[in-house]
């Protein structure tokens, strides 16, 4: 687990709001449960108000002065903030980029197998990276490399875009990224 979510852990929100009792500096700004301004009052008169509607006074600006506090359900509130996040989380879309690994004298069939992974992946909403790598001997023949990205391309044409061409052999690789279409 790495030390940020260590962190988010030991710092919760519940330390950084300071409720009820917590809350030392008087007078403060009261605002009520409907979302009016009462006004300034002490902080004594706040909490009893809280107290008879059966709710936490919570701190909302600590660093105006007087500061401002509300009147609400804390545990309702820290639970909707909550669901709120979660649902933001779920609607995040996280694009990744999945890697074909293919040699210059690859197989027909295994060619067909790889651009169907290519094609999964694409389809799942994903960039994909092709990548030719050659060794040994292969490097003689570079130009094998690029025409089977070629080849690869015109295969790959009714689901991909190239998004980024080849530059040339990096590495003793020859790659390009690919895009899934848009329709």
Do not use: Y
């Not at 301004?37 to 007087?66: F, Y």
């Not at 999964?120 to 570079?142: A, N, Q």
């Not at 295969?155 to 790659?175: C, H, K, T, Y």
């Amino acid at each position: 687990m790495s030390i940020r979510k260590h962190l988010e852990r030991w710092c919760r929100i519940d330390d950084k709001v300071r409720i009820n009792e917590n809350i030392r500096l008087s007078p403060v700004r009261l605002i009520d449960a409907d979302g009016t301004q009462v006004g300034i009052v002490p902080l004594d008169e706040a909490r009893a108000r809280a107290a008879e509607q059966g709710m936490d006074l919570v701190e909302v600006a600590s660093d105006s002065r007087p500061i401002v506090v509300r009147v609400m359900d804390w545990g309702k509130h820290r639970f909707e903030a909550a669901k709120k996040a979660r649902e933001a989380r779920k609607k995040e879309t996280r694009i990744s980029i999945k890697q074909v690994k293919l040699r210059p004298n690859i197989g027909d069939h295994d060619l067909e197998t790889k651009l169907g992974h290519a094609k999964r992946f694409l389809d799942e909403g994903d960039k994909v990276k092709i990548t030719i790598m050659f060794r040994g001997r292969d490097m003689r023949r570079p130009e094998n490399g690029h025409k089977l990205l070629q080849k690869v391309t015109e295969l790959l044409a009714e689901v991909a875009i190239v998004e980024s061409a080849p530059a040339g052999i990096v590495n003793r690789d020859l790659s390009m990224v690919v895009v899934p279409r848009k329709n």
